[in-house]
């Protein structure tokens, strides 16, 4: 069987989703876990409209979940440490038979010590159990957000990620592309150097792809813009633009918000960090000028879908954006 990981931007079954749980998601306090609950409710409650979602989440957490949640929005119970579904849920490809679930080894972003993933390693089989799916194993340690495809073959990713300290340390760089042709059917590789600056921080991913650039259809890569010289990501951006254009890609900057710093330092919010659902991209916001910059050139990258604003500060503090909390399932091929 040959398995093919489609671009986010073909048609969706639905999208999955995992419930904020514990642990530093949550807070130090119940106005920190109000403020977690009511940002990854406002990104279900902005998807639900355009497609199906279904909310993995905690038994203990199912009756609190149902206050904030919109009521389409379906909730399968599993145990969860943590709600990055991006990172933690299956990674969903397309063949001649149906969908299958890519299971990758998730072992918490590099076996981080704040990080705990009992839980989290066994999301993706239950996700495809509850999507009725077959499983396809992978031994590999990999996240949703390390990678990102055009649905042709071409994928984006980041040295720092699968070939970085706690994943695949001993794999080479030709042992991970076997394993992506094997199992999302990638053909072309295209590695960043790195990511973003602040996603090498405490609670960072240590480079994901998916605040840094994505594809808008093949050939066209959006490319995140950071155009103040004072900020370290400045010098990021200048080196994926450098290389993808390198590569033969159209590419297409997407300035930064404005902001530069926040309580931590410096900021890595990011536009790049959307998701694309059925006729609508789902667009991280930060009450920013660059809000309206973005969601224009979002409107121009993809035609006939409506652009949806949802305020992503309190996810990029905690360490990912909209496109982190989200996974997409694909329609399977219609029949011949």
Avoid at 55 to 68: H, L, Q, W
Avoid at 200 to 212: A, K, L, Q, S, W
Avoid at 253 to 277: F, M, Q, R
Avoid at 303 to 310: K, M, N
Wanted: with cysteine; glycine share 10%; proline share 5%.
């Amino acid at each position: 069987m040959t398995w093919r990981m489609p671009a986010e931007w073909e048609a969706h079954e639905r999208t999955w989703m995992a419930w904020p749980t514990t642990g530093y998601t949550l807070g130090d306090d119940e106005a920190d876990a109000d403020e977690a609950r009511r940002t990854w409710a406002a990104v279900a409650n902005a998807i639900v409209p355009f497609e199906p979602l279904t909310m993995v989440v905690s038994p203990a957490d199912v009756e609190i979940a149902r206050t904030y949640l919109d009521a389409r929005v379906e909730i399968v119970e599993a145990q969860l440490d943590d709600a990055w579904m991006r990172d933690i849920g299956p990674t969903f490809v397309r063949g001649a038979e149906g969908i299958a679930a890519v299971d990758w080894v998730f072992n918490g972003w590099g076996a981080q010590e704040w990080a705990s993933w009992e839980h989290d390693a066994q999301i993706a089989r239950a996700v495809a159990g509850a999507a009725g799916t077959d499983v396809l194993g992978s031994e590999m340690v990999n996240e949703g957000g390390g990678i990102h495809v055009d649905g042709e073959g071409t994928v984006l990713l980041t040295r720092t990620v699968q070939l970085g300290e706690g994943r695949n340390a001993h794999w080479s760089q030709e042992q991970v592309e076997d394993e992506l042709r094997r199992t999302i059917g990638a053909e072309r590789f295209v590695w960043l150097e790195r990511g973003l600056t602040r996603d090498y921080d405490e609670f960072g991913t240590r480079g994901h792809v998916d605040i840094v650039a994505c594809f808008s259809r093949p050939g066209t890569v959006l490319v995140h813009e950071q155009r103040s010289p004072e900020h370290p990501d400045f010098e990021v951006s200048r080196e994926v633009r450098a290389l993808l254009e390198a590569e033969g890609f159209e590419v297409v900057g997407v300035p930064a918000p404005d902001t530069l710093k926040d309580d931590e330092g410096w900021v890595d919010y990011s536009y790049i960090n959307h998701y694309v659902c059925n006729g609508a991209v789902i667009l991280c916001a930060f009450d920013d000028p660059g809000d309206e910059r973005a969601a224009a050139i979002l409107r121009e990258a993809y035609p006939g879908r409506e652009i949806v604003l949802v305020d992503a500060r309190p996810l990029f503090a905690r360490g990912g954006g909209i496109h982190c909390i989200t996974q997409q399932q694909p329609k399977p091929e219609p029949a011949a």
